[in-house]
């Protein structure tokens, strides 16, 4: 299988809009308290972009921006700062998820607005991670880093793929170009 | 078989088609919605919604309002939903390939 598109121009332009789509999704995220938007969707444009750079360049290369051992955890935090959230107020004596018991001093409405922010960032948190952790699970890793040096590869499909060319190249009738 | 599923469909979509041509107009004051009241008495949630969105919370759109303070476990459930799936993820995948 071959897991990303070796090209030049698909890499830079993937690399030029990435940012954009990140500023897009913290937009959606922030702003989602006047427009349409919020946690979920802002969460899976942040996917979005961490997906774009996997399939441009591959999923090793993009462990620099979003490593795929920050998957699990980061979706466990999102859901976290959401519980949390919702729980902090019950030991000041509200009801879970009454934003208005949050220990910040504030006007009540003010307090539901911060609340309202907290759980959007925790969903956002979650989406992102988990949408990046399940695409990161369902191409795996690389079958080679399983086996270098490791242990000898004595199936006969294992061999091959130890053996065989390297992961990402093109096929030959798309190189040239 | 095959025609008699057509045959189902078609008559089923006819139906809801029909349907929608007598529900009330998107928004209107006096359809049912924004005019029911409560076993209690008092205006449905909606209404409650609307009214009082903006003073309870000093957001403009009443949609986040809605979705993250007052259905607020609603959200939580969601995201729980979520997370349960990149876990069962992790925990389906990831094994298979050791």
């Known amino acids: 299988m071959r897991e990303y598109y070796d090209d030049r121009i698909v890499a830079l332009s993937a690399r030029l809009v990435t940012p954009f789509i990140q500023l897009f999704a913290l937009y959606v995220v922030f702003h989602g308290h006047y427009s349409p938007g919020g946690g979920f969707q802002g969460g899976a444009m942040l996917a979005a972009s961490f997906l774009l750079i996997r399939l441009s360049i591959g999923t090793e290369a993009a462990q620099l921006q979003f490593r795929r051992t920050w998957g699990t955890p980061g979706s466990s935090i999102g859901t976290l700062v959401f519980l949390g959230t919702g729980l902090v107020v019950v030991f000041f004596g509200f009801n879970f998820l009454d934003y208005a018991g949050l220990p910040l001093g504030l006007p009540e409405p003010e307090l539901r607005n911060l609340g309202i922010l907290a759980v959007e960032i925790g969903v956002a948190v979650a989406v992102a991670a988990t949408l990046t952790a399940i695409y990161d699970d369902l191409v795996g890793e690389r079958p080679a880093a399983h086996h270098a040096g490791v242990e000898q590869a004595t199936d006969l499909e294992e061999a091959d793929q130890v053996e065989g060319p390297a992961w990402h190249e093109p096929a030959p009738e798309a190189g040239d170009g | ?98």
């Not at chain 2, 529900?23 to 209690?40: I, K, Y």
């Not at chain 2, 909606?46 to 476990?73: C, H, K, S, W």
């Open chain 2, 1 to 98: 078989m095959r025609r008699l599923v057509l045959v189902v469909l078609l008559a089923f979509a006819g139906l809801l088609l029909y349907g929608i041509g007598h529900l009330p107009e998107r928004g209107a004051p006096d359809a049912p919605v924004n005019t029911a009241e409560s076993v209690v008495g008092s205006p449905n949630a909606a209404t409650y919604y609307i009214e009082n969105a903006y003073q309870d919370a000093e957001t403009p759109n009443m949609v986040t309002v809605t979705l993250a303070d007052y259905r607020g476990f609603d959200t939580l459930g969601e995201t729980t939903v979520i997370f349960a799936a990149g876990i069962a993820c992790a925990l389906i995948l990831r094994g298979s390939r050791e």
